[in-house]
């Protein structure tokens, strides 16, 4: 069997078409749909041949030669329809009325518009028969059909170098914005349409959109003229709130047209122009207006411009802060007036006499105050005003912060610190905060609910923390807390007692624990009297003719000098009572001494008058001038000197003394002279003619309340003494956990444990050390003669 080879042949090639024909042919029928296509012809055309003809010719290796074609021809269309739409809708600006020019801008807007939405439609069109090619072009790194279309549109149209469109554009869409700023009514859509288009635009430089490069700069630098203007305007046309009104008018205006008109990243950019033309460069401006500034808002509690200034303020980066210097120092001139007030008013009350005096209220009693012996006089008042101005003024500040500043703590700080600082300028502002609360626990708080009391006592506390020097107020406190307890004048024990766990809270237990003792020592002799009242029922033969009723006091308790009794001559029967009372205190009580202090007790006397009978609720004091009076004959006097004589009583307490028996309401005693003033040789007689309505009677002892110059030099020079020992204290508990501390650390750290009580002087500390060197507490460090070591 045989085989034939067989050959196998290739195809015979078809006959070789002309390569440049094929081209040609299927470019004429592409660029005649897409002519086509721009003249809205596209039904009359076969998406399926335009696509495979497409494709023919990207296969045949003619891709980026059809790219260039199409882009000729697009590119053509472009010039065409700009010359022939767009250029006969310019703007012609020249002897145009305002309404007529915003018409034609807006027509001009939309004629953009309509051919770049054309454009768009076609492009869309064009690109999905050149779909094939489109995805074979970035191997030609050329951009897609689309992209291509854009940045053709860019420049042929909106950039285009025969004709002026881009600055017809710019102006036109500038002049609606600055006519609807002006308050006309325009055609928003027409602007946005244009941002809109802008904004797909991209410069082929910055890589940023047309409508940044083009528009938004000429935007941002005509409103930035516009509101250089607007400022000058408003700033000299307006007042304050009105002026505030209008800046946030137009941030909101700016806002609802950015977000509604333009693009959203320009937002910021404008509203950073408008803050700082209307805001930023008006601060002063507007807090400064005569009669509408921040000070007249201040001064009438207008919290709605208050507070429309702080959120305005606060949109730029230093206006918050001058707004609170503002406030500060508005404050502390509101505080130095009061203080400036009331110091002339003590200056005035002390000139019409020696010293500032007022009427003290005694316990219970069935009389009220009156002008000349019952009520507080002008001192305390004055002293009282003070403190209720400041508390108003605090209060006023408080509902300010509250409604006006949205309770920003920097605000609060600086509040605080204009009231620590006018407060502290007052060099009587210690003893004024305490003579309010002695007021108030006296008698203010009758009638009260127990939060209305700690109501008052909390803004109380509120201005004692503002006080530097604690210490001094501790001292006034003390002593006015004595006076109540010791002649029962406090209406509340509780509210007392509310107070003094208050002062614990702020200053700790170092700062009470005397006034704790004084209220231990008030206790422990409530319970005494009980048990001498007993003692006296049985053990005493000769039965007292007075019943007495003893007080003893801790001595390094309260702040009166009670080491030493002042000399004063009792009746007998005060004299038997009290020795029999230390009989019955030393056979309790040993190792123990009393000092006995009658210009601190009171006394219950019967007077017989001529027509009446009265009794009589005085001083220890007096009493003791009183029982004088009983061995003189109706018509005979004493004399100052008499009196003087027979009592030892010291010269100021006996004329307060008089002064209370003779010059004031109830005239127990009358004096040869008219007027207050004591003379040397003044004669008093026995008012045997005394009536009047009540029963009981309470004299008020004259004393002083506010103290005298000389008398707060006094003060301040025991508190100095008091500090010496709280600093060297301070220094030795210091060295003596550190060991060893240089001389600038230990400063420090001995103001840091006292700024709580007091703020030491630097000097002094210094003095206190050198002192602790003396008695060999401390010593230098031989090594360095700035630092210390302590001494065991």
């Not at 170098?161 to 002006?182: D, F, N, P």
């Not at 004055?382 to 605090?394: D, G, K, M, Y």
């Not at 205190?585 to 009393?594: E, I, K, N, T």
């Amino acid at each position: 069997m045989s085989f034939r080879r067989l050959k196998i042949r290739p195809a015979k090639k078809p006959a070789s078409v002309d390569r440049a024909q094929e081209f040609d042919e299927g470019f004429q029928l592409l660029s005649q749909a897409i002519t086509e296509i721009f003249r809205k012809n596209a039904k009359s055309l076969s998406y399926e041949v335009l696509y495979r003809t497409t494709y023919t010719l990207t296969l045949r290796q003619f891709g980026e030669r059809l790219y260039h074609g199409v882009k000729e021809v697009v590119g053509e269309y472009l010039e065409n329809t700009a010359e022939e739409a767009i250029v006969p809708a310019f703007v012609n600006t020249s002897g145009e009325s305002a309404g007529s020019g915003a018409d034609a801008g807006a027509n001009f807007l939309k004629t953009v518009k309509r051919v770049w939405d054309d454009y768009i439609t076609a492009m869309d069109m064009i690109q999905k028969f050149l779909r094939y090619l489109d995805d074979k072009l970035p191997k030609y790194n050329l951009p897609h059909i689309f992209d291509m279309g854009l940045a053709l549109f860019r420049d042929k149209v909106i950039r285009s170098e025969k004709y002026a469109i881009q600055s017809q554009l710019i102006s036109a869409m500038l002049t609606q914005i600055q006519l609807e700023r002006h308050g006309e009514v325009i055609d928003r859509t027409a602007v946005n349409s244009a941002v809109t288009m802008l904004s797909e635009l991209i410069d082929p430089i910055t890589r940023e959109s047309v409508y940044v490069v083009d528009f938004e700069t000429k935007y941002l630098e005509t409103s930035t003229a516009f509101y250089q203007v607007e400022s000058q305007t408003l700033a000299s046309s307006y007042d304050a709130p009105e002026f505030m009104r209008k800046v946030e008018r137009r941030l909101e205006e700016e806002y609802e047209r950015t977000t509604r008109c333009l693009s959203v990243s320009t937002e910021p950019k404008i509203r950073c122009i408008v803050e700082t033309q209307l805001i930023a460069n008006n601060l002063k401006t507007v807090m400064e207006m005569k009669h509408s500034g921040l000070d007249s808002m201040l001064s009438a509690d207008k919290y709605g411009d208050l507070s429309r200034m702080y959120k305005l303020f606060s949109r730029v980066p230093a206006g918050l802060s001058e707004m609170r210097r503002s406030i500060k120092n508005y404050i502390i001139q509101l505080g130095a007036e009061i203080n400036k007030t009331i110091n002339a008013d003590l200056a005035a009350s002390g000139s019409r006499s020696s010293s500032t005096r007022i009427i003290e209220k005694g316990g219970s009693s069935s009389t009220g105050p009156s002008s000349n012996s019952g009520g507080s006089g002008s001192g305390a008042q004055t002293a009282i005003r003070w403190v209720e101005q400041v508390l108003a003024l605090q209060e006023k500040f408080d509902r300010i912060l509250e409604f006006a500043a949205n309770k920003d703590k920097s605000f609060q700080t600086a509040f605080n610190e204009a009231f620590e600082n006018f407060i502290n300028e007052n060099p009587k502002s210690a003893e004024f905060i305490s003579l309010f609360i002695d007021e108030n626990l006296k008698k203010g708080l009758k009638g009260k609910s127990e939060d209305e009391v700690d109501s008052v006592l909390d803004k109380t506390i509120t201005l004692f923390r503002f006080l530097c020097d604690k210490d001094v107020f501790e001292r006034y406190y003390k002593q006015h807390l004595a006076k109540r307890l010791l002649f029962n004048r406090s209406v509340s024990d509780d509210a007392e007692r509310g107070m003094l766990g208050k002062l614990k809270r702020e200053c700790g237990y170092q700062f009470t624990n005397k006034l704790e003792g004084m209220f231990n020592d008030m206790k422990l002799s409530t319970e005494m009297s009980g048990q001498f009242k007993e003692f006296v029922d049985q053990t005493v033969t000769n039965k007292l003719t007075m019943d007495i009723s003893v007080t003893v006091l801790t001595s390094t308790f309260w702040p009166m000098n009670l080491s030493s009794s002042p000399k004063c001559t009792l009746a007998q029967e005060a004299l038997q009572a009290c020795k029999s009372f230390e009989q019955f205190y030393f056979g309790r009580h040993s190792g123990r001494r009393l000092t006995w202090q009658p210009q601190m007790g009171t006394a219950d006397i019967r007077a017989n008058f001529k027509k009446s009978k009265h009794m009589l609720n005085v001083s220890t004091y007096a009493m003791v001038v009183l029982l004088l009076y009983n061995d003189l004959n109706e018509g005979d006097y004493l004399t100052f000197g008499d009196i003087q004589a027979r009592t030892q009583i010291p010269d100021n307490d006996l004329k307060r003394t008089l002064q209370s028996l003779a010059c004031a309401k109830y005239k127990i005693l009358t004096k040869g002279t008219k007027g207050r003033e004591i003379l040397p040789n003044e004669k008093f007689y026995f008012n045997e003619d005394f009536t009047a309505n009540l029963a009981r009677i309470k004299i008020q002892t004259v004393a002083n309340r506010v103290e005298s110059e000389g008398e707060r030099r006094q003060t301040q020079d025991k508190v100095d003494e008091e500090r010496k020992h709280q600093i060297e204290a301070a220094i030795v508990r210091i060295m003596k956990d550190r060991k060893t501390m240089e001389h600038n650390l230990l400063i420090a750290e001995v103001t840091k444990q006292l700024g709580a009580r007091f703020m030491p002087n630097p000097v002094m500390i210094k003095k206190r050390i050198e002192a602790l060197i003396d008695r060999e507490y401390l010593e230098r460090n031989s090594d360095d003669r700035r630092s210390y070591r302590y001494l065991a």
